[in-house]
């Protein structure tokens, strides 16, 4: 079991960051593979980016790439995703995800654990 609990959330202007974190506990946190999802009003949770256990490998869904970086701190037990150049599509709610294998990571529906999710807000 893993639990997650994503903070960092908030309210920017269009071009602004932020930085996303997500703490992860539970006997099995050292060998989980990362991730983030987010989901707008009346959209699909869709795949943002994936970090792999040791850190070695990364994923980035194309909007993304080059704006977001995710990270993590093993010592900390927490995975962090920064946010640059933010724009009004970024909005939506912001999950962190987990799962023992790299191949299901990025993919929705076989995800093992979910965050409760954290609010962005981006506004024009």
């Known amino acids: 079991q893993a639990q997650l609990v994503e903070s960092g959330g908030g309210s920017v202007q269009t071009g602004g960051s932020l930085r996303l974190s997500c703490a992860v506990s539970g006997r099995t946190s050292s060998r989980l593979h990362m991730g983030w999802f987010r989901q707008a009003p009346g959209k699909e949770r869709e795949f943002v980016a994936a970090?792999?256990?040791?850190?070695?490998?990364?994923n980035y869904e194309n909007s993304v790439k080059g704006r977001f970086t995710i990270s993590r701190d093993n010592a900390k037990n927490t995975v962090y995703l920064q946010m640059n150049s933010l724009t009004p599509e970024d909005t939506a709610v912001y999950y962190c995800?987990?799962?023992?294998?790299?191949?299901?990571?990025?993919?929705?529906?076989?995800?093992?654990?979910w965050g409760q999710g954290t609010q962005v807000t981006v506004s024009s």
């Open positions: 970090i792999s256990s040791g850190a070695l490998n990364t």
């Open positions: 995800a987990a799962d023992l294998n790299w191949r299901d990571i990025a993919t929705l529906r076989l995800v093992d654990f």
